[in-house]
């Protein structure tokens, strides 16, 4: 079983950066796959991006694609979303995710275990 707490969500302006950070429990961190998923006010709760045990595989959005980057640090169980060139459209409650699934990561349904989650903000 694993833990997750996400951090570093905030106010943005658009263009601006934020970093979130996702910190699990547990000594398996490094046997789980991540993923990154966001929910906006009155939406469905959506796929972000998606990391393999060790990194070597990342699945983006397309609505990301080129601004967003997963990276994690499986020393610090700690699974990182670098954001850049905000849009408001990003605005949303932030969530990380960890799935021993192979498979279909862009699905919220194949992971098992969920942070609370992390508001990020990003006015016009």
């Known amino acids: 079983q694993v833990q997750l707490v996400e951090s570093g969500g905030g106010s943005v302006q658009a263009g601006g950066s934020l970093r979130l950070s996702c910190a699990a429990s547990?000594?398996?961190?490094?046997?789980?796959?991540m993923g990154w998923f966001r929910q906006a006010p009155g939406k469905e709760r959506e796929f972000v991006v998606a990391s393999n045990w060790n990194g070597g595989r990342t699945y983006y959005a397309d609505s990301v694609k080129g601004r967003f980057t997963i990276s994690r640090n499986n020393a610090k169980n700690t699974v990182y979303l670098n954001m850049n060139i905000l849009k408001p459209e990003d605005t949303a409650v932030y969530y990380c995710?960890?799935?021993?699934?192979?498979?279909?990561?862009?699905?919220?349904?194949?992971?098992?275990?969920w942070g609370q989650g992390t508001q990020v903000t990003v006015s016009a």
């Open positions: 995710a960890a799935t021993y699934a192979l498979d279909g990561l862009g699905s919220q349904n194949e992971y098992k275990y």
């Open positions: 547990g000594r398996t961190f490094s046997r789980y796959n």
